[in-house]
C-alpha cells in the first residue's frame, strides 16, 4: 500500500498540477475570466509600475496594475502626506480603471486593493473627499463623485490590510470615506490580520465580510505578507474562478451613462416597426439610446451631448457622447464641463446586445 501512495504522489499530483495550469490559462486566454485589477498601496508608491505583480503572481491570475505616486520623495511618511495628495490620487485611480475596462468589453471585473489603496479604491467606487493640487480637483472643490461606468459592476471587491477603521482618516488625514459598500460592488469582502497595526481598527468595516487572519507575524510582516496569505490567494483564485464561468457582458454596457434625449430623426423608423433587419435593430439602438441616458442621469449632470448616435462607419456603427457636470464651487461656478465621454464603434452584434440591455433597463 504505501508504494501505490508513493508512486501515486510522485505521478498523479504533478499531473493535477498541470491540468490545473491548463484550466486556468484556458480560461483566461479564452477571455471569460474576470479583469483582476490590483491598487496597491502608497509602500511602493514612487517604485516602477509592475511592482505590486511580484505579490499577485501568488493567486495564479493575470492582474492589471493601478498605480500611483508620491513626487517628491520616496514614500509618503504620515496621514497627513496621505490626505494631501488623496483627491489627485482617486482621480488618477479613476481614470485608470476606466481605461483598463473600456479596453476590455464584455469581462466582469474584480478589484484587489491594500493599505491606503483600499481608501483610494473605496473613494475611487463611492467618491469622497480629499486633498491635491490639480485643477480638476479644485474645480470640484474636493468633492468627488462616484466613479461611471455605465452600468459595468463589480463583481468582488477585495481590501487587504485597510487603515479605514481608523478614526486617523478623517481627523489626521481629513479624507472622507463614505460608509458601507459601493453602490457598483455585488460583494465585498475585508481580510485582515491581528497582527497588523494598520488593519487592527478594520475588522468591522460596514458592508463587508470582515475575514481575520492571524499569520502570528510582526506587525510590519503582517502588513505587507498578507498579499500572499495562504487564505487571500485560496479566496482571490476561487472567486475569480467563479465569476469566469458566468456569462461575458454586452460590451456595450461600458460608456451607457447618462444625459437629456435628443430627437429622433424622422426618417428612422422605431422601434415598434416590427421589422428584424439589420436597418431596423440600429435604427431602435438610435432610438433607445436618448432614452436610457435620460433614465439614467444623476443630479449632478447638466446635459449631453451626442456626437455620433449609430452612424456607419466602415463595418460597424460609431458611438460617441458627452456627458457635463455641475461645477458647484470656486470661480466658475454655475457653469459644467466635460466628466465623461464614451467613444466606440460597435458592430451589429454589439448594437443587437446593446439594444437588448437598453429594453430591459427601459422594461420594454
Given amino acids: 500500500m504505501k508504494y501505490i501512495v508513493k508512486y501515486t504522489m510522485k505521478y498523479l499530483a504533478p499531473f493535477c498540477l498541470v491540468l490545473m495550469w491548463s484550466i486556468l490559462a ?6 471569460g475570466f474576470p479583469l483582476v485589477i490590483v491598487v496597491h498601496g502608497i509602500g511602493g508608491g514612487n517604485a516602477e509600475d509592475g511592482w505590486s505583480r511580484q505579490y499577485a503572481d501568488a493567486w495564479n491570475v493575470e492582474v492589471h496594475e493601478v498605480t500611483f505616486r508620491y ?7 504620515s496621514y497627513e502626506d496621505f490626505g494631501r495628495k488623496a483627491g489627485d490620487w482617486v482621480l488618477d485611480a479613476q481614470s485608470q480603471i476606466k481605461d483598463i475596462i473600456s479596453k476590455n468589453p464584455g469581462r466582469r471585473v474584480v ?5 491606503w489603496g483600499t481608501v483610494i479604491t473605496k473613494m475611487a467606487l463611492d467618491g ?3 486633498g491635491g493640487s490639480s485643477d480638476e480637483l479644485g474645480i470640484k472643490g474636493y468633492n468627488i463623485p462616484p466613479i461611471e461606468l455605465g452600468g459595468v459592476e463589480i463583481e468582488e471587491l477585495v481590501t487587504l490590510a485597510s487603515p479605514m477603521g481608523s478614526d486617523r482618516i478623517q481627523s ?23 497582527a497588523d497595526e ?5 475588522h468591522h468595516l460596514k458592508g463587508a465580510d470582515n475575514v481575520k487572519l492571524d499569520s502570528g507575524k510582526s506587525s510590519s510582516s503582517a502588513h505587507t505578507g498578507i498579499w500572499t496569505d495562504p487564505v487571500v490567494r485560496k479566496y482571490i483564485w476561487d472567486s475569480a474562478f467563479r465569476i469566469s464561468n458566468m456569462p461575458r457582458l454586452p460590451a456595450t454596457r461600458v460608456g451607457i451613462v447618462t444625459g437629456p434625449p435628443v430627437e429622433r430623426r424622422r426618417t428612422e423608423p422605431g422601434p415598434s416597426s416590427g421589422g ?11 432610438s433607445l439610446l436618448p432614452a436610457v441616458l435620460e433614465k439614467n442621469k444623476k443630479p449632478w449632470h447638466t446635459r449631453i451631448n451626442i456626437i455620433s448616435n449609430a452612424v456607419k462607419q466602415g463595418a460597424g456603427y460609431r458611438v460617441n457622447y458627452q456627458t457635463y457636470c455641475l461645477i458647484e464651487q470656486g470661480p ?6 466635460v466628466c465623461f465621454e464614451f467613444d466606440t464603434v460597435l458592430d451589429l452584434g454589439g448594437v443587437k446586445s446593446a439594444v437588448a440591455d437598453m429594453r430591459r433597463q427601459l422594461g420594454r
Fill in 26 to 31: 484556458f480560461a483566461q486566454a479564452s477571455g
Fill in 71 to 77: 513626487e517628491g520623495r520616496t514614500s509618503a511618511i
Fill in 111 to 115: 478589484i484587489v486593493s491594500h493599505s
Fill in 128 to 130: 469622497g473627499v480629499g
Fill in 172 to 194: 489626521v488625514a481629513h479624507v472622507e470615506v463614505p460608509d458601507g459598500q459601493p453602490k457598483l460592488v455585488k460583494h465585498w469582502t475585508n481580510f485582515y490580520d491581528i
Fill in 198 to 202: 494598520v488593519s487592527s481598527e478594520s
Fill in 276 to 286: 428584424s433587419s439589420d436597418e431596423q435593430i440600429v435604427a431602435e439602438y438610435r
Fill in 332 to 337: 466658475d461656478k454655475g457653469k459644467d464641463y
